[in-house]
């Protein structure tokens, strides 16, 4: 695994990750670059100035009610919610209380919000935000889980995304795997490292990475 490379994001210059190149095993793919998002996540100064950036898409076309968080994007989601519902003229959600939940997995690893929060997603118009989608596999099962509880998807945000949509809904990212020098995402059995012989560098998930 190389020396982690700074990218600054295309849309906001003030938005930096890392990323590592080598050879990386996801839960649904298999990967030559990892990005690590830790400060934009964690950071309260960077993940307002994320929020404010993911929040213009949707400022003065999109009724937004519930913003639900994924791969540990709740402080972001938290400025997001604030910056949609402050009072100004262009928003649609001006002084609305938009709420900010996340769903946990069950011990059959489904997706589930717990009764005391069904109400805060039941017929809301949901911004759906995550930190990477390299396949879009977990947005589909984050979309069918808010659908089941009765809510609309009205949006997709993520801090990094590969794909362009999903199930017909734009995603808005602020990194794509064009800003990133040839990033490559492959299925487990297609990838050509693995074909080579080459062992992978780490297991990674939206928490970190666990070297092999």
């Not at 977990?138 to 999903?166: H, L, N, P």
Request: hydrophobic share 40%.
């Amino acid at each position: 695994m190389d020396q982690p490379i700074e990218l600054r994001s295309s849309v906001n210059g003030n938005l930096v990750i890392r990323a590592y190149h080598g050879h990386f095993a996801t839960n649904h793919s298999h990967i030559n670059y990892y990005m690590d998002m830790s400060r934009m996540k964690h950071d309260h100064k960077m993940a307002k100035e994320a929020a404010i950036t993911l929040a213009k898409p949707y400022i003065d076309t999109t009724s937004v009610d519930a913003v639900v968080t994924m791969e540990g994007c709740e402080v972001i989601g938290a400025f997001l919610a604030r910056k949609l519902a402050k009072e100004d003229i262009r928003s649609v959600n001006q002084g609305k209380n938009i709420y900010v939940i996340s769903p946990e997995y069950n011990t059959n690893n489904q997706l589930i919000f717990r009764d005391n929060v069904q109400d805060m997603i039941r017929e809301k118009n949901v911004l759906l935000l995550l930190a990477s989608v390299t396949t879009g596999k977990t947005i589909k099962r984050a979309m069918e889980c808010i659908q089941y509880y009765g809510g609309t998807v009205a949006g997709i945000s993520a801090i990094f995304s590969a794909v362009d949509q999903v199930n017909g809904v734009p995603v808005s990212a602020l990194f794509h795997s064009e800003d990133i020098p040839h990033y490559i995402t492959y299925s487990g059995r297609d990838c050509p490292k693995c074909k080579k012989g080459i062992k992978l560098d780490a297991l990674v998930n939206w928490n970190g990475f666990t070297k092999l």
